[in-house]
């Protein structure tokens, strides 16, 4: 009774499925393997919308983006070798890091010209002098984005963070422990660099006092937790407060009077990279004005490029959120590579703190 | 006239009212995040955190977005590879466990629940190192250039199907089987004919669970994914820092529109025909 | 009965070895490598040194990562708990329901599972957190119960006081156990599902013949027979609970740390892949010790058994 059925059924089981797979078999890819390539590892979102499309017209090179999602997914990933990618934006302790455990190729300055488009502040930072192996991309600070409905006044004081319960249960902090540790060094004004053991128990007990107020470390998200509504204040970037200012005009942005961190991102070539020659050209070509200030415009962060700087408006030059004016530049650091005995020190402390 | 009161089977668990109350408020609270994120695909901001206003427009975008595409793409390539081998490699390992005693037989059992005990990322950082240590070539042609990642997706995958499998076999009645040796057939007879049939729901259950932990799977992937082989949780996951934009929302309606649609179609088909034979 | 076939024919073999061979070569060897370095020793920033040592296991037994663990074993206990407690009721009122109904419902509820997890979980916390659906429906019923109070002039008696506090869903253990709920409660259904669709129903009708209530029905028959398909959906949502990371980054709080993070933690930030390895293996040789006493009480049980029938 059942045979003719069986048949039908499994001819129309064959048939959808192999329908399915000759859907995802997408034909173009398995010609897509051209000459001309270049494999970039980028953050997502971190690019102009058409960077990479009038790269491909000027140059005839194809770039495939791929994504990662934080620094330390980038190291790990590239720890065991290079995959096969040609450019990635690490950010300044990973650059350093890369560079000690021999990840990173040199980078040849004599194939990138634009090069002099870049702000002498950045030729020669503590992490690479002279620039060997990174290239710099785009920087920022690290802040205070806060409600200004919800908060009394300006909270230029990291203690609204650290040390009061004003505002409890509607702070967040990042979760990145040697960000939070960090800048709790730099709140009881010790330098973002220590080495002092002590100095590092003491933002240790602070931080395990301050817990009951927080709500939560926020991975990456706190400008999600200030546009709820579920937090007033929250430690974060400021590119991610100010993007979020452009949709919320009830969200501002403050570096605390005690300092910061100034951090920046990065293009690197590392080792192995399958398409050298192409990553030089690509790196030029980001390094252009026009690009630069194409770049700047949609991704809303302090771009180190003098020249596109110059091209673009003042509400991009003023805003307080993407460029921290001098006087909060005198008091932030960068952040340097401890070493890893430090390094342990910092985790080991975060998980007591976390688990407290 | 005196009403007749109707007497329920207490067997009829479908007329309960506990039990029925439990399960559609169970089904409505499992739901109610899913119409969350098909009213939210319509919302007008990037960030998609609150509400802004309504705008098909990221319909639009994803349409255009080849990223997203791609990533759709291979994901779904790699769950239908995937799911394929991990059942028949489960299909088998669970028939032979339930149906043999060997001499090892206890720990090979053990051994086949450590891939779901590893933490995830142990087992992404594991294969990474393998992949290294064996030299697994980095494949630039399109879908050998997924293999790390399927093999790695079905290495955690086929304990899955393998243990479903077997809370299925643990209610199949022995006579059955022992009628079947009766009458003559052999073993592999009785696997093709009485075991395969009785466990044919429980093959398409741990097929569709085996497809979203392909599909979902991000951490494993991560780890042993190369150049090009973007998937849509890699994806997805590294918008977090910018905001997921509700391009994302979109596709994932539309996925939850086709499934629904096809299945409509698949048990229409299927039934209409049942019945044609009834009659 | 079931274990009956001899192992000597070529069937065995068909079938053995293509799962054994899977697992040996692309698990057991990865799993060997990590076993080794758990052992070993972190010097520079990416070299590992295979030494050999109990290090990272001395150092794992530091009270605080026993503390996390004991703390994830809690919520992970209670997500199975709550996801048993749900499961079986459903799988009851499906499986008796009409052919159509059961197509209907477990599509239903496998049709979320094909949603990726990182959206599902954002809508829940747009769902749960302060100024979400659940606060802002509940504010608005409060603050629609004031005005009726004021219009019916029994404001004097304060029933609800003037502002209201949002109820704390989200950012706590609360709405981690919700969260891994959402995501695990499939792989107890299914499992149970499976072996209840072929549950004998003569069994259930003589059970009620004889006069046994629900409860009774429930307990002798009904789960002496999913007791195996019990144990698997417990395998699949607990084991993985333990060891989840995603879940407590998005929805924990401050202090919602649990084992899962910690591991994560060693192979991202903290770069201590031995030390991270060694956590990992705390968990299989845990899950070692809770199979290996199990044998060993089914063993003793059966000759206690086998010296009671004699």
Known sequence: MNHKNKISRRRFITGSSAFAVGLTLNPFKLFANSENNLNFYNWDDYIGENTLSDFADQTGIRTKMDFFADNDELFSKLREGNPGYDIIVPSDIYVEKMIKAGMLDKIDHEKIPNMTNIDRNFLNPVFDPSRAYSVPYMWGTVGIGYNIARVKGKPNSWSSLYESEKYSSNISLLSEATTVIGIGLKYLGYSLNSTNIKEYKEVEELLIEQKKHIKVFAEDNGQDLLASGEVVLAQEFNGDVAQLMLEDSNISYIVPNEGSIIWEDCLCIPKDAPNKENAHKFIDYLLGAKTGADLADYIQYATPNKEAKDLMGLDYIKNPAIFPTDEIIKVCENQIYLGEEIGQVIQDSWTRILAS | MRKIKLIRSPIEYARNKYLKTITYSFLVILYLPIINLIFFSFNDSKRNIVWRGFTTKYYEKMFDNQILFDAFSNSLTIAFISTVISTILGLSTAICLWKFNFYLKKYYDLALIFPIVIPEICLGVSMLVFFNFISWPNFQIWPLSLSSIIIAHVSFIFPFVAIIIRSRLSILNNEILESGTDLGATNFQIIKFIIIPFLKPAIIASFLFAFTLSLDDFVVTFFTSGPNSVTLPVKIYSMVRFGITPEINAVSTLLLLIIIISTYFVIKFLTKKNRAFIK | ?310
Request: some cysteine; glycine content about 4%.
């Open chain 3, 1 to 310: 009965m079931a274990n009956s076939w001899s192992v000597k024919n070529k069937l065995f073999i068909f079938l053995l070895v293509p799962g054994l061979a899977w697992l040996l070569f692309f698990f057991i060897l990865p799993l060997i490598i990590i076993f080794s370095m758990s052992f070993g020793q972190k010097i520079d920033i990416i070299g590992v040194e295979y030494s050999w040592s109990l290090h990272n296991y001395i150092r794992a037994f530091d009270g605080i990562y026993f503390i996390t663990l004991f703390k994830s074993v809690i919520i992970s206990s209670i997500t199975t708990l709550l996801c048993l407690l749900v499961a079986v009721p459903v799988v009851l009122y499906i499986s008796f329901s009409s052919t159509r109904m059961k197509s209907i419902l477990l599509i239903s509820i496998m049709l979320p599972l094909w949603t990726n997890l990182l959206i599902r979980t954002y809508s829940l916390i747009a769902i749960l957190r302060t100024k979400g659906h659940i606060n802002s429906s509940l504010e608005f019923l409060w603050d629609s119960s004031n005005h009726l109070f004021n219009f019916l002039n029994l404001a004097n008696y304060n029933i609800f006081s003037n502002s209201f506090t949002p109820l704390n869903l989200i950012y706590n253990n609360f709405a981690i156990i919700l969260g891994l709920f959402y995501i695990y409660i499939p792989f107890m259904i299914i499992p149970i599902y499976l072996v209840l669709e072929r549950f004998d129903r003569n069994l259930l009708e003589a059970s009620y013949d004889l006069g046994a209530n629900h409860i009774h029905t429930f307990f002798k028959i009904i789960l002496p027979i999913i007791s195996p398909a019990i144990i698997s959906g417990i395998i699949l949502v607990f084991i993985p609970c333990l060891g989840t990371f995603i879940i407590p980054d998005l929805l924990g709080g401050a202090d919602s740390q649990m084992i899962g993070n910690i591991i994560e933690r060693q192979f991202k930030s903290a770069n201590d892949w031995p030390f991270g390895s060694s956590l990992s293996f705390l968990l299989i040789y845990m899950t070692i010790i809770i199979f290996a006493v199990r044998y060993i009480y089914t063993k003793l049980y059966s000759k206690l058994h086998i010296r009671m029938d004699i």
